[in-house]
């Protein structure tokens, strides 16, 4: 008798990818968003990330991170799909470790995801330290 593998779960384009990201921005926490942009600034660097012009808001383009490194991109995509189970799951509910697996608490300012200046998910400002 021969047992089957389990099926892997194919990866979403980078496109979708990128949809999924910007869909789900306004459920990412404070925590969240610096671990994105942590991850960003450490992965490719401030080339990437926009400053929102009379505000504390920051954007990530999605787009120059899918152009620059696709790994990043879907690194993101699986923080934001933990954020996103971590709250699906009912109240009370044991967490193995959602928030540790989606990045936990990051140094820096507090950061958004977006497609560029056209179509970005503004962040929530970070505090003055």
């Known amino acids: 008798m021969s047992r089957k593998a389990p099926r892997r779960r194919e990866s979403p384009s980078?496109?979708?990818?990128?949809a999924f990201?910007?869909?789900n921005a306004a459920i990412l926490n404070r925590e969240t968003k610096l671990a994105i942009l942590s991850i960003v600034m450490m992965e490719?660097?401030?080339?990437v990330v926009m400053e929102a012009r009379g505000s504390r808001d920051v954007d990530v383009d999605l787009d120059a991170i899918a152009a620059t490194n696709e790994e990043v991109l879907t690194h993101i995509f699986n923080i934001v799909q933990a954020r996103r189970e971590a709250l699906s799951r009912p109240a009370g509910a044991a967490r193995p470790g959602a928030e540790e697996a989606a990045g936990g608490a990051a140094g820096g300012a507090a950061g958004g995801v977006g497609?560029?200046?056209?179509?970005g998910a503004a962040a929530d400002a970070a505090?003055?330290?």
């Open 115 to 119: 497609s560029g200046a056209a179509g």
């Open 127 to 129: 505090d003055d330290e």
């Open 14 to 18: 980078v496109g979708q990818q990128k």
């Open 44 to 47: 490719i660097g401030p080339a």
């Open 21 to 23: 990201i910007i869909e």
